[in-house]
């Protein structure tokens, strides 16, 4: 398990640290606990020992009645 710390990609505010059993995909989507589900944008700086990924909240779907 590897600590990885998620950050928004415009602000760089942390917003979940956890560990895990490795790090996210780019494109994966993660569902951070009280913030919501994101997507990864890419990851920085990502060992065997920790990682830094880089995340931008997903625009909830829309449906419109025809």
């Given at each position: 398990?590897?600590?990885?710390?998620?950050?928004?990609?415009e602000t760089?505010?942390?917003?979940?640290?956890?560990?895990?059993?490795?790090?996210?995909?780019?494109?994966?989507?993660?569902?951070?606990?009280?913030v919501g589900?994101?997507?990864?944008?890419?990851r920085w700086?990502?060992?065997?020992?920790?990682?830094?990924?880089?995340?931008?909240?997903?625009?909830?779907?829309?449906?419109?009645?025809?």
């Open positions: 398990m590897i600590p990885i710390q998620y950050r928004d990609a760089e505010e942390i917003l979940d640290w956890r560990h895990e059993e490795g790090a996210p995909a780019i494109g994966q989507r993660v569902l951070l606990e009280c589900e994101f997507q990864v944008l890419y700086r990502c060992n065997p020992t920790a990682c830094v990924v880089y995340v931008r909240r997903v625009e909830k779907e829309v449906r419109v009645a025809a």
